[in-house]
């Protein structure tokens, strides 16, 4: 499962190739995948204490996806089970003027996890390969020196946004942050589907933008900049695994299985504790057998 969802450094991503649906060559059914996803959450939950009292190491798990591919969900199922205490979620929206008076990256910064945490970024830096590819106009908020118009924009500015993204997450990887990158792989009829989920539903009403519509005129042109991006900045220090989203329950065991599997690698463990702390427990542990 691994392997088949991760794309490789230096790959040319072509995502009609790509399928949306990959349940079938793994469960035999949707109730398969469902206890595998609890047997994930609580291997997850055991392995977080340890990378979390050992305070050595960060996880920084990075979700993208076309609207309605399940990003909310995902996250809300997978994590069910890690103790809060060691793990923040940070939604991305549009940025504050505040935010865009500082170099693109800045925001996202002081969100990244300290060691022995686990931090989610529900969308993340990679909207500024993405919506300000699709909607260049946005790019004259950032107020950059160079960029006057959107015409002034060039195939080298991204590149160079390419390298600095890429540069940022080798430098988080050689300090310990291991960086798990999920695109969440939703096809155009799923997406109407669950929209419309959204405006027939009285419960899901809440979840539904008008302007989602109008953004979906735009599919093909962010499937062109999920492939530049997922082209050029999957990279061994840190893939990105595109992931089949049509089917929720699918995306949530293979993305589960895939962050165990990388936290089992980690080799975590508890603290070795040493002689002298040792013998204060013995001592601790007669002091409090004899207390009156």
Same mark, same amino acid.
């Given at each position: 499962m691994l392997? !088949? *969802?991760k794309i490789k450094s230096g790959e040319t991503v072509n995502l009609n190739l790509i399928e949306t649906k990959g349940s079938h060559y793994f469960f035999k059914d949707e109730d398969e995948a469902k206890k595998l996803l609890i047997e994930d959450v609580k291997k997850m939950e055991q392995l977080q204490r340890k990378l979390f009292a050992t &305070?050595?190491?960060a996880i920084l798990v990075i979700f993208q996806g076309m609207d309605t591919a399940g990003k909310d969900s995902c996250i809300r199922h997978i994590f069910s089970g890690v103790n809060p205490q060691g793990? +923040?979620?940070t939604s991305f929206k549009q940025p504050t003027s505040s935010e865009l008076s500082h170099d693109f990256m800045w925001r996202h910064y002081a969100a990244l996890p300290p060691r022995g945490f686990i931090t989610i970024f529900n969308r993340s830096y990679y909207e500024n390969l993405l919506i300000t590819r699709v909607h260049p106009e946005l790019l004259l908020k950032e107020k950059i020196p160079s960029i006057t118009n959107p015409e002034t924009i060039t195939d080298g500015f991204w590149k160079e946004r390419f390298k600095t993204i890429n540069a940022f997450? !080798?430098?988080l990887t050689a +300090? &310990?942050?291991t960086v798990l990158k999920f695109f969440l792989h939703i096809s155009k009829g799923e997406q109407k589907k669950r929209l419309l989920q959204r405006i027939e539903d009285k419960d899901k009403n809440? !979840? *539904?933008e008008y302007g989602d519509l109008k953004e979906r005129t735009y599919w093909h042109q962010y499937q062109n900049a999920y492939e530049d991006m997922l082209s050029h900045t999957s990279l061994h220090h840190a893939h990105w695994y595109a992931i089949p989203a049509d089917e929720k329950w699918f995306s949530r065991v293979?993305? +589960?299985?895939?962050l165990v599997k990388t936290m089992e690698d980690m080799n975590l463990s508890f603290p070795v504790i040493a002689n002298d702390k040792k013998q204060l427990l013995q001592k601790a542990s007669q002091k409090l057998k004899h207390e009156k």
């Open positions: 392997k !088949k *969802f &305070g050595e190491k793990c +923040s979620v997450e !080798k430098q +300090s &310990g942050t809440w !979840k *539904f293979a993305i +589960s299985r895939i």
